[in-house]
T-cell receptor, first 112, second 111 residues
Framework: DGGITQSPKYLFRKEGQNVTLSCEQNLNHDAMYWYRQDPGQGLRLIYY???????QKGDIAEGYSVSREKKESFPLTVTSAQKNPTAFYLC???????????FGPGTRLLVL | SQQGEEDPQALSIQEGENATMNCSYK?????LQWYRQNSGRGLVHLIL?????REKHSGRLRVTLDTSKKSSSLLITASRAADTASYFC???????????FGKGNQVVVIP
């Protein structure tokens, strides 16, 4: 899992609640990514950022929001608009001169 | 969008046997990568093969790439119980430093 930390490991969300997943990296990587993983599925890209103060929507951005105020941090907010948030969320980072992504240990989000 | 599609999706083998899994994709790529995921953990990069390469080795791993068939295979030789994991292929052809991941192969190595 390298120098990428995700917290918490488990997160519980109540109906109508926004929750924020943390992702921090000390690898000095420029690009950061958020993926969602459902059972039996591959990874689907939610949002990504290649530089501070800039980010782009991935394939399933609806119901999610991000910010990139610092190079080392890329928090993901799961909003109440995301009706099926139960999943395993993975954060990754990559130096722009590389083609390989480095992943954090993941956060499992459950709905109460 | 997901390009990679691994086949077969689940494989159970005895320790010491070889494990082979395949991946197909639909569009042009710059490279294809394989990642491993242990249960409930993040992904770990295993190997990258570029579009102008046909075969690559790394330890007990052998990857082949056939761009005419838009397919790749990952061979793990002399498997160990510690190789039990899910294996994902990912293609880089979308631009913007994005990867498209397949659905994964679950490999169980029985001691």
């Amino acid at each position: 899992d390298g120098g990428i930390t995700q917290s918490p490991k488990y997160l519980f969300r109540k109906e109508g609640q926004n929750v924020t997943l943390s992702c921090e990296q000390n690898l000095n990587h420029d690009a950061m990514y958020w993926y969602r993983q459902d059972p039996g599925q591959g990874l689907r890209l939610i949002y990504y950022s290649q530089i501070v103060n800039d980010f782009q929507k991935g394939d399933i951005a609806e119901g999610y929001s991000v910010s990139r105020e610092k190079k080392e941090s890329f928090p993901l907010t799961v909003t109440s608009a995301q009706k099926n948030p139960t999943a395993f969320y993975l954060c990754a980072s990559m130096p722009l001169e590389s083609e390989t992504q480095y992943f954090g240990p993941g956060t499992r989000l459950l709905v109460l | 969008s997901q390009q990679g599609e691994e086949d077969p999706q689940a494989l159970s083998i005895q320790e010491g046997e070889n494990a082979t899994m395949n991946c197909s994709y639909k569009t042009s790529i710059n490279n294809l990568q394989w990642y491993r995921q242990n249960s409930g953990r993040g992904l770990v990069h295993l190997i990258l093969i570029r579009s102008n390469e046909r075969e690559k080795h790394s330890g007990r791993l052998r990857v082949t790439l056939d761009t005419s068939k838009k397919s790749s295979s990952l061979l793990i030789t002399a498997s160990r119980a510690a190789d039990t994991a899910s294996y994902f292929c990912a293609t880089d052809g979308l631009g913007n430093n994005r990867l498209a991941f397949g659905k994964g192969n679950q490999v169980v190595v029985i001691p």
